[in-house]
């Protein structure tokens, strides 16, 4: 694709990096093909080939108008178009640039101000959130359907954590709605580490990734986000002992992946970024890594085969035949931002879930860390649509990896909806009962 950047922006680092970017888009099409957006709306501006002429135009020197901010906003950055794409075009970064473009050159209405302000304000905040979520429980009868549906009945109770007693150990982020929604996840996670001989360690004062503040129009607070959680972690990471940060929220571990990129024209956190981005694993990369390991823990003392301990299980529950059958939802930040397909499932079956087939498993389920909140009509049909795919087999549960997808889910799903760390731990406990 061909471009005349705008003097403003031309030599700048955006300008640079957004040039680089649109010239290997060849305008294909492709990714039209699995952009939710585009399948449901069917017009050329909500899929990325649209959306990446908008910013072209913007970077060009073009007025911005409403409708390029209304298209922008409708973009999931499920980055499902990164994976279709044959060019290799990095529209997740080229939409981070077109968004603060957009933000500074466009007045939201009032409304739409104060709505992201507010969730700016609360969301990256445990403190605040996990008392609202509270009060939201108390009075739910008194919220809008769509917000009460979003409040869980109950937390999960997170059950004991093991002591931080082995030689290897590595850090998790806590974050910040997975404590209030779901406890049991980090607990769960740090179990099953414990009994492949890894200690999971959270640094104190350990804060929001950056994520959600960033997505807001908010990049410059998302930014010291980060910087924030670089300073709590790095006295850990400097002073050796942790081998790698493990992250339980797949939207979270997406944007740690990226801080080295986030904060590279920043002399005096560009190198710690990056370490901290090297050193970052999704749980699933972690347990993958420790296969071995894992797999031992799985055996139990009077089985040699997993297919015999197995067998036992399933006379043992007799009552519930499909009780370990699965289907599983991999987030779009596991799947598209990470590159990880299919290492959370092999896991699973490793420790003798079923997994049902899901159609169309790369379609985001409209999530997308406060797109919900934002984009309630939209977010609403790929809601139902997903569960309407993870339900459409004889699973017993639905599985996913991100704490965002799992409370979207769960609003409007019949069947439990959980992380599946959480049921992976349960099933080796369940498998230590036969020792």
Known sequence: MQTHLADWIKDTPEGIAAEA??????????CNATCPTYQLRGDELDGPRGRIYLIKQMLEGEPVSARTGLHLDRC???RACETTCPSGVQYGKLVDIGRAVAARKLERPWFDRLQRRVLAGVLPRPWLFAPLVTLGRWFRWLLPASLAAKVPADAPAAGARPPIRHARRMLVLAGCVQPALSPDINAAAARVLDRIGISLVEAEGAGCCGALRFHLDYQADGLQDMRRLIDAWWPLVEQGGIEAI??????????????GHHLAGDPAYRDKAARISAMTRDLSEVLQ???VLLERALETTHETTHETASARLDSRATDKPDARSIAFHPPCTLQHGQQLRGVAEGI????GFKLVPVPDA???CGSAGTYSLLQPALSSQLQADKVAALQSGDASMILTANIGCQSHLAAAARLPVRHWVVALDERMAEMESFK
């Open 21 to 30: 970017i649109l010239r290997k888009c060849v305008h294909c099409g492709f």
């Open 76 to 78: 999931l950055t499920c």
């Open 246 to 259: 493990v992250m339980t929220a797949s939207g979270c571990g997406v944007t740690v992946k990226e801080y």
């Open 289 to 291: 890594a420790e296969r």
């Open 348 to 351: 699973l079956s490793a420790a």
């Open 362 to 364: 790369h379609l985001c």
